[in-house]
């Protein structure tokens, strides 16, 4: 497929633009990361999916929570690699147990700049089927908008001024094996392989149709709030371009309300790379602050990006 030129604008609008609208080549906003914690632990978090990150990690994890808590997450992505170009993200999450089956998540995430912008809204709810079993459903809406580009000789940008969006679906499944502590996780995102971009790209009615992704994973809890955490994902499961990783994260107590946290992944795929995580959390009474870092392996010269999350439970 032919991708649309991107005319005019900043590097980093360029890159940013041209791979959220691209024929082909389209994110999903949740592959992004949404809160410090499951940042930290490399987003390995499928299998563990136990606060707010549940919405958008896996929505089957809702049904172990207990209390109603509300999140809010502020990310400088590429930190001090780009200038002149406002760069980040915002993730609000809202999450409450429904009596002893049902759970409820809200979210809203948003990715951008000053330029462009992609944004997710979504609506998540679990089920208890037993004890052990929890499946979860989620419907998001994912919509981008596109500013002013300045022409370029005189050309104008055809996606100057643009906006587009899709309704998704994302089915989770959380179940506490046999194994005291541990549990496996499963997620598909874009079950119905959402278009958010189309009628946008002249000639390529597939422009912007989202690939439905695949994450498997074990969580195991070693002692208090420590756990270790393994996923493989593949994304892209139903199309030509599929590639996966495994990712390993881990999560350590050090002293009451005090964690540590680091994770890492390793693409499978010949000549790739991989990145790596690490943070921090502390819980004082109902509030629980997370800081969290990222770097891809084969992008050091942006610095990475540094996720700072706040929650507060009740």
Not at 27 to 33: H, P
Not at 131 to 148: A, C, I
């Amino acid at each position: 497929m032919k991708t649309p030129k991107c005319f005019g604008i900043s590097t980093v609008a360029a890159v940013l633009l041209c791979s959220v609208i691209a024929a082909g080549a389209v994110v999903n906003i949740q592959n992004v990361g949404a809160g410090a914690r499951s940042a930290a632990l490399g987003n390995s978090f499928v299998a563990v999916a136990d606060d707010a990150d549940a919405v958008f990690e896996n929505p089957a994890g809702l049904g172990q929570l207990t209390k109603k808590q509300l999140a809010y997450t502020n990310v400088s992505l590429f930190f001090g690699g780009i200038e002149g170009d406002d760069l980040g993200q915002h993730v609000v999450s809202y999450v409450q147990p429904l009596g002893s089956k049902l759970g409820l998540g809200l979210g809203y995430e948003r990715i951008g700049s000053d330029l462009m912008s992609e944004n997710g809204a979504f609506l998540s709810l679990s089920y208890k089927l037993s004890k052990s079993l929890s499946m979860g459903l989620t419907g998001k809406y994912l919509f981008w908008s596109v500013g002013d580009i300045p022409a370029d000789n005189g050309r104008a940008d055809p996606l100057s001024n643009t906006s587009n969006g899709g309704v998704g679906v994302d089915l989770g499944v959380l179940w506490k094996i046999p194994v005291e502590g541990t549990q496996l996780g499963l997620m598909v995102k874009n079950v119905n392989q959402p278009n958010v971009a189309k009628g946008t790209v002249a000639g390529d009615a597939d422009a912007g149709k989202l690939p439905m992704d695949l994450a498997v994973g074990l969580s195991h809890r070693l002692r208090g709030t420590s756990l270790v955490s393994l996923q493989w994902v593949m994304r892209d499961v139903t199309g030509d371009e599929s590639d996966s990783k495994v990712v390993v994260g881990g999560e350590i107590e050090l002293v009451e309300g005090l964690q540590v946290r680091a994770g890492g992944a390793k693409l499978l795929e010949e000549d790739a790379t991989g990145d790596l995580n690490a943070g921090l959390g502390y819980r004082w009474n109902k509030l629980q602050f997370d800081y969290g870092y990222h770097i891809p392996l084969d992008l050091t010269e942006t610095n990475g990006a540094h996720r700072f999350s706040f929650a507060y439970e009740f």
